[in-house]
Structures are given as C-alpha cells and as structure tokens.
C-alpha cells in the first residue's frame, strides 16, 4: 500500500511539472517582451520617412479665387423591429458603438449626419468630410473611394468624425471590431457609404465662389486630462473654420479634444451626444451647415454641469456659443492658396494587451484578435495660414498642445483631427505607458516609442506645408 502511494505521488508529481512546463511554454509562445528599441532605427520608420518625402517632394501649392460648397446628408437609421431593410434604410439591430457592452439601438433621440465642404482653387478640389459617428470605418472610406472612381481620388478626401459614442456600430470586422462595434454588417457599411456619396457629390455641385477663415478660442472649463487629472496638460483650444459663400450662405467648422462621452453606456437610443447639440446650435442661429471634428481625444474627456443628455447639451450649446463669438471677429479671404499632401505610413508590430510591465501578447494572437491593417494615410493641408492634419489615431491632447503652440509661434492656425479612415488606438505620451491606464494598458497597441515616432512625422509634414523647422 505504501509502495502504491510513492508510485501514485511520483506520477502526479510528473503531471504536475509536465503541465508546469507546457504553461511556461505557452505563456512564453502567447507573449512577448515589449519592444523599446529606438524607433528611428526600424525599418518601418525608414520606410515611412522615404514615402514620406516622395510625397512631399511632388506636393504642388496652388493660388487662387475660393469656390466652395456644403453637403449634409442624414445618416440616422430608423430603428424598427422586423427584417431589415436597407433599401427602406431600416434596421432592427443595430449596435451602439463605443462601448463595448453589447447594446442594441431601440431608437433615436436625435438626428445624425454626415456634411462635406468641397474647396477648389484653380481647378483643384478637396473634400472635407466628418460624420455624427465614433470614428470613419475602413470599409467605408474604400467603397466610397470606389463611388468616387473618376471624380476624385482617396488623396482629396480627407475624413474625420465628432467621436460620438451613441451611433451607428456594425462596420468593423473581426474579434475586436465585433466588442466594440457590434457583428460586422456589409449592408450597413453599403448603406452609409451611399450617404457619405450623396453628402460629397452634393458639396461638389453646390460650389460657389467664397471667402474662408479660422481662428481659435480657448474654453478651458469643458475639459479635463483624464489620464491625472488636475495636474494634467490640455488642449482647450476651440478651432474654428469659416467657410461663406459670395451669395450668402454660411458653413462653421468647430473642432475640440473632449471626448464625445457624456452620454454613456446607460443610453440605448441613437445620438450626436454634445457636438449634435454644438451643431444643432450654430445651424438655429445664422449658420446654414455647422460641422464638428473630434481633435486630440486620446486624453481629454468633457466636463460640465448638469448630467446626461443636459450635460451634452450644456457642453454643445456653450461650444457653440464660443464659435458665434469667434466668427464674429473674423476676416475674411476670398483667394487662397491651397497646399495639401497625402503620405502613407508603416507601423511597428502589434503589442497590444498588458501582461504584466515587459510583456503584452504576442503579434501571432493579436492578428487573430485586429482586423489586418494595411494602408495607412496621414494627410495634412495648409488654407491661408490654417494647417490641418487628419490622423489615423486618438491623438493625446498633450501631444497635440505642443505641436499647435510650435504652429502658433510661426503665425499659423491648426487642426489636428482623428479618425481619418483608419484606427491605430490610442496614442499617448511614452511616460503613460507603463502607468495603469485605460488609454496605456488597453488602447495602446505599438509600443512605448509610437507616440514620438508618429509625432515626428506629424512635425515633418507640418514643417514641409508650412516651410519652416518647428
């Protein structure tokens, strides 16, 4: 008896470091030391660099009379019980995204849009497009490319959207597109691409001969560093983009970093939450077509009084008002010159999802889990003194106050809008990444050195369109 208990605790014994070993095997196989090595030493970055400066050594300035015009094209999809119609614009399932929590739209309780400005000078056009949604989706910046095709190219498209955490879901594909977006539905995506279409070719046909202008405002009490809080840097600057047609009619655009969460996960109806309000407000005033980007959100979250839906009220509405004000001091130029560059970037491996402080999964699980990502636009163009650049990703509001200062010394304006059609996450200062964060442990994707490697190309293509060495 006393034999068969040994033999029995040698065998478990045995089990036992055989499963230890196959868990430190996996453990090592599923995982990976993040990577710290000097970014402008990769080949991603020396890739990016070169294409790069190809596409800023043909970037062509061109001066002239403005000829502009405004689209606007609702988005908000009837929710109905029953089989969907896309055809009648009819869903019964869509997904609130943003949230991460499963919840399914049950109806609206306010409408959403997508605008477009058209500008041309001298027989050159772009397009600026922003959406009442939390981001562009891929899938819909190709198949309206794919509308386009003769019309304009993806280069003169340049997109962004309010960051609305209360709108349409269901165009990201795979694992994580799916928690956060809801299951990837091809009809949605057709659906909203035929009204990104419509919104473009009507600001193409609406074009008039115009006067532009920006300016900025500072309205630090609606925004806050979400990351320390009080003792955090941001970036409170309200701009705002004029646009007036020589007949009359008036487009505003206004741009800031607070996230669009006022309105939370409790909310199951569809809505603009506080830049619906901000636009809202400007169009019941003189403005014939307000639009809304969300700027440097990868760190700032709103704040004001009141709460829910009366809290994104009170943020829009005060917002709006700050943007009546600066319009009202502006002046106005009815000829430009128009610089515009579009660059496609490369990115280091994906390290997505904290393990412990040196290790995140392995880029072999993350592929399983992100959408593939393959090209990657960064775009900047400069109106008069006005430089603006559309990201790829959650820029941090302390990051983006450096570059707008840097700008402002030099006498420019800026803008610095996310979402432009792709999604790399959060991209926040390297001295977050290892500390216990949201925006660091679950969206931050690439690696400490990310932030300042994509703020150097952002640095080099503001220094290109402006001429100068920020």
Partial sequence: MKMKTKKWQRRAL???????????????????TIDTAPYFKTAYYKNSIENMNLATDTMQSTKGSLLAGFGKVSITPPIKTGKTDVEKSSFNAIKLSGFG??????????????KAIAVEVNRRDLVFISADLISIPESVVKQVTENLKGKLSREQLF?????????????????????????????????????????????LNDKKTSKFSSTYIKVPNLIRNRIIGE???????????????NQGRR???????AHATTIGSWNDNISGDYPGYFQRSL????????????????????????????????????????????VHKMTYDSIVTLTSVTTYIEIPEIQAFYISDNRRLSPFIDHMLFPEVKSIPLQGVKINNLVWLTMPYELSGEYGIDLKNALELEGYNSALTSFNGQYLGYIVPSKYYYYDTYEARLMGWYGPSMGDYLMELNYKIANTLTNTKL
């Fill in 283 to 326: 169009e019941s005033k003189d403005i014939d077509m307000a639009m809304f980007y969300a700027e440097t959100v990868g760190s700032q979250s709103p704040q004001g009084d009141y709460e829910k839906f009366d809290k994104a009220e009170f943020i829009g509405k005060t917002l709006a008002d700050s943007a009546i004000m600066a």
């Fill in 14 to 32: 045995r089990i036992l470091g055989f499963t230890i070993i196959i868990l430190i095997v996996l453990f090592f196989s599923l995982t990976r």
């Fill in 101 to 114: 929590d499963g919840k399914i739209a049950v109806g609206v309780h306010d409408s959403i849009f997508v």
């Fill in 159 to 203: 997109f962004g959207a309010t960051h609305t955490h209360s709108s349409i879901g269901n165009c990201m594909p795979g694992f994580i597109g799916e928690i956060f977006e809801g299951k990837f539905q091809p009809d949605i995506v057709k659906w909203l691409s035929d009204r990104f279409t419509k919104a473009i070719i009507e600001a």
């Fill in 231 to 245: 003792a955090g840097r941001l970036n409170s600057k309200l701009t705002v983009i004029s646009f007036v047609q």
């Fill in 251 to 257: 487009a505003v655009i206004g741009m800031y970093s």
